[in-house]
């Protein structure tokens, strides 16, 4: 079992910068690749970024490309999420995820551990 734990979240404004945490537990960090999703009431679940176990290879989506770095400490067992120049429509609950796949992948069914959620609000 992984245990995450997200934080991090909060009120910002729009143009503003934030920094989500997660926080593992329970099996060793680095044997999972890394991922932090997004979703808002009546959405389903989306993927934001993700980071290969080893922390060299990330990928994000179309959206969030050049504003948002995910980034990992294996050492401390926890993976970052660097929000920058965030826009309302950023708002949404943050998930932290967990897959044994060596590289993070888009598909929700992939990740076998979650966070309880973060949750961004920008205002404009």
């Known amino acids: 079992q992984v245990q995450l734990a997200e934080s991090g979240g909060g009120l910002v404004q729009a143009g503003g910068s934030l920094r989500l945490s997660c926080a593992a537990s329970?099996?060793?960090?680095?044997?999972?690749?890394m991922a932090w999703f997004r979703q808002t009431p009546g959405k389903e679940r989306e993927f934001v970024a993700g980071i290969s176990r080893s922390g060299r290879s990330t990928n994000y989506a179309d959206s969030v490309k050049g504003r948002f770095t995910i980034s990992r400490d294996n050492a401390k067992n926890t993976v970052y999420l660097q929000i920058d120049n965030v826009k309302p429509e950023d708002t949404a609950a943050y998930y932290c995820?967990?897959?044994?796949?060596?590289?993070?992948?888009?598909?929700?069914?992939?990740?076998?551990?979650w966070g309880q959620g973060t949750q961004v609000t920008v205002s404009s």
């Open positions: 329970g099996r060793t960090f680095s044997n999972y690749a």
């Open positions: 995820s967990a897959t044994v796949q060596m590289l993070a992948v888009v598909r929700v069914e992939a990740y076998s551990y």
